[in-house]
């Protein structure tokens, strides 16, 4: 439903764009709706694009960070989190850039070793599926 770039949006007073891509045209719809209610300024910095995020149509180092969620509780275990999402949410981040993961339905350290692997580094567990990385390659 975008509403974590939503948040990030109304935060930085739409002075930030955010990208948030799906493979789920419902998701985009409801997304688009959803964002259409946030002030104007605000709105226009938040854009949706139907994208599989296994292999996204996105350049290379085309943003600052990223941010994946997995939906649903019945997602555990390395399939909740398959390592082409991850390599390409890796490849769109620009150097020194972050990646968000939550709900990934596995333990931190796992997850720390699999964005370590991707040549991530600074990787931090929040909590239970919350962990980022910063990227420096």
Do not use: N, Y
């Amino acid at each position: 439903s975008g509403d974590h770039i939503r948040a990030l949006a109304f935060a930085t007073g739409g002075r930030t764009s955010f990208l948030g891509v799906s493979d789920d045209p419902g998701v985009i719809t409801e997304a688009r709706h959803l964002a259409s209610t946030l002030p104007p300024g605000i709105a226009r910095a938040i854009a949706f694009r139907r994208c599989d995020l296994r292999a996204m149509v996105l350049p290379s180092g085309a943003f600052a960070g990223g941010f994946v969620r997995i939906h649903g509780a019945d997602m555990e275990g390395p399939d909740a989190m398959p390592d082409t999402v991850l390599t390409e949410l890796a490849r769109v981040i620009l150097p020194g850039g972050w990646m968000v993961c939550l709900g990934i339905g596995m333990d931190g350290e796992t997850m720390r070793s699999r964005l370590q692997r991707l040549g991530l580094l600074d990787v931090h567990v929040f909590a239970p599926g919350a962990v980022a990385g910063r990227k420096f390659l």
